[in-house]
């Protein structure tokens, strides 16, 4: 069993910036992918950025240049660098790793909300 505990969610002004992480923990497999979606209210959950283990990165279009995903496969760690936040962001932010048989782990959900 795989355990994904996200952190690093908030509240900031537009513009501003959060760093978002997400460890896992257990059973983890040897190559994986870890996805960082979100869900504000009344929308579909959504994925904002992958990176594989080998480190090949996929951003949503709204927010390439301002988001930046980065691992650490050491820790099994995983970090979205978020920069020039909008109101559009506000969302529930949710860290998956799935694995190259497509089972899927997903934490709990920090909640990251952009107001001024």
């Known amino acids: 069993q795989v355990q994904i505990v996200e952190s690093g969610g908030g509240l900031v002004q537009p513009g501003g910036s959060l760093r978002l992480s997400c460890a896992a923990s257990g059973s983890i497999p040897s190559f994986y992918t870890m996805n960082w979606y979100r869900q504000a209210p009344g929308n579909e959950r959504e994925l904002v950025a992958s990176?594989?283990?080998?480190?090949?990165?996929y951003y949503q279009d709204s927010v390439k240049g301002r988001f930046t995903i980065s691992r650490d496969n050491t820790k099994n760690t995983v970090f979205l660098q978020m920069s020039s936040l909008k109101f559009e962001d506000t969302a529930v932010y949710y860290c998956?790793?799935?694995?190259?048989?497509?089972?899927?782990?997903w934490g709990q959900g920090t909640q990251v909300s952009v107001s001024s």
């Open positions: 998956n790793l799935r694995t190259i048989y497509l089972l899927e782990y």
């Open positions: 990176i594989t283990s080998g480190g090949t990165t």
